[in-house]
């Protein structure tokens, strides 16, 4: 029988992954109805998505990549780690948070196993999830210094992150081709942001890489040749209207980066002020 557990947050009992419409906080997607077909691909599901809650209802129906969906899942019911096997795991692709009419998108790499595939929130739950939330209640973007799992109260305002793969990667590495099935989620994410889009901040080179090929697929202006990821490093990006948006380049929030001060506090703080309006 399938084991159910209680949220951290509300209390009630979830099964674990989490089907769309089974009362996860915050859960964008109702459920799905009786006899509905299997859902599409994700590029056709994202291409279709009329504004950005729909994107996000969506992205939980998406399951085109089988090793992904085979490891957020596997994670969720049987590998959850030691300190969180009281807790439901999420088990599905990772929808955007934050404020529908950002200005800003800031693009992550992939959820981790046991940060967003088990709380449903990108950068929730993890050590990097930590840093980064710090930075953006300080820089003004968040509404609290911390964000514990959804149902939380935390909530973004002039940003929405976004990740170039939105499922779970084995040792956090999406292959070539599941980044390539993935891509047409952040284009959606792009296209409908593009009204108020000011600035992409990308964290890691996979996020700037992939906001460099969703940008190009929708014919926006890229500098050629392909501009090389650093921190810091900016370059605009020509959108179809003849106005320009900012790609900004930080380096990624991983504990690689910041146990060994490669990004300290104040570097990120930085970037981000960089962005305000
Ligand atoms: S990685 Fe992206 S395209 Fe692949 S199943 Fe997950 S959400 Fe869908």
Known sequence: MERLDPHPV???????????????????????????????????????APAPPALRART?????????????????????????????YWGRPGPSFGDPDAEVLLVGLAPAANGTNRTGRMFTGDSSGDFLWAALHRTGFAAQPTSVAAGDGQALSGLRIVAAVRCAPPANKP??????????????????????????????SIGWDAALGA??????????????????????????????????????????NTFTRRLT?????????????
């Open 265 to 277: 506090p104040e570097m990120l703080d930085d970037v981000l002020l960089g962005l305000r309006g």
């Open 175 to 204: 292959t070539p081709p599941e980044r390539a099935c993935c891509a047409p989620w952040l284009e959606r994410d792009l296209e409908l942001a593009a009204p108020r889009l000011r600035a992409v901040l990308c964290l890691g």
């Open 10 to 48: 509300t209390g009630e009992p979830l099964p674990s992954p989490v089907p769309p419409g089974a009362g996860w906080p915050g859960d964008p997607a109702g459920p799905a109805p009786r006899g509905a077909p299997p859902p599409a691909r994700g590029g056709r599901l994202a291409a279709s």
């Open 215 to 256: 940008a190009r697929s929708l014919g926006w202006d890229v500098p050629r040749p392909k501009p090389r990821f650093g921190h810091a490093v900016e370059v605009p990006l020509g959108l179809p209207d003849g106005r320009s948006v900012r790609l900004v380049g930080c380096y990624h929030v991983s504990p690689h």
């Open 60 to 88: 939980g129906g998406c399951r085109p990549c089988p090793r992904l969906v085979r490891w957020r899942e596997d994670v969720a019911r049987t590998g959850r780690r030691a300190a969180f096997a009281d807790q439901p």
